[in-house]
């Protein structure tokens, strides 16, 4: 008897099946520094805008989103999960309260802005 390898079957194996193995998906992110704060992009192509959910928790920023899906005919039934969860560390000088998002087009935009800076107060103490 000869074990041969899952990825070594002869022919196109895996494109027959449609195997899909989204487990580890890792999104591709940018974070831009722009002088009202940050801009954080990902690249989450195939997800609609309610797979997301995006919170604040103990100062971290945590996005994440999960698609179930299943495909089902006569001969077989296939179901596949594709999910990721993302976390960014807030620093005191991000206003968290004013985060906003938006999806479009397999691109999720998150703004954080900047708190803004507070005037230093002066004022004379007068000696007793």
Known sequence: MRLVRFNNYPGN???????RNYNNFNPEYRVLNEESGYNV???VPGFQKDDFQIKVEKNALIISAEIKEEEE???????????????????DKLESEKIAASYSNGILEIKVPMKEEEAEVSRQIEIA
């Open 73 to 91: 005919n006569k001969d077989w039934k296939q179901s596949f999960r594709k999910s990721f969860e993302q976390r960014f560390r807030l620093s």
């Open 41 to 43: 992009v990902l690249s």
């Open 13 to 19: 194996f895996n494109n027959e099946l449609n195997v």
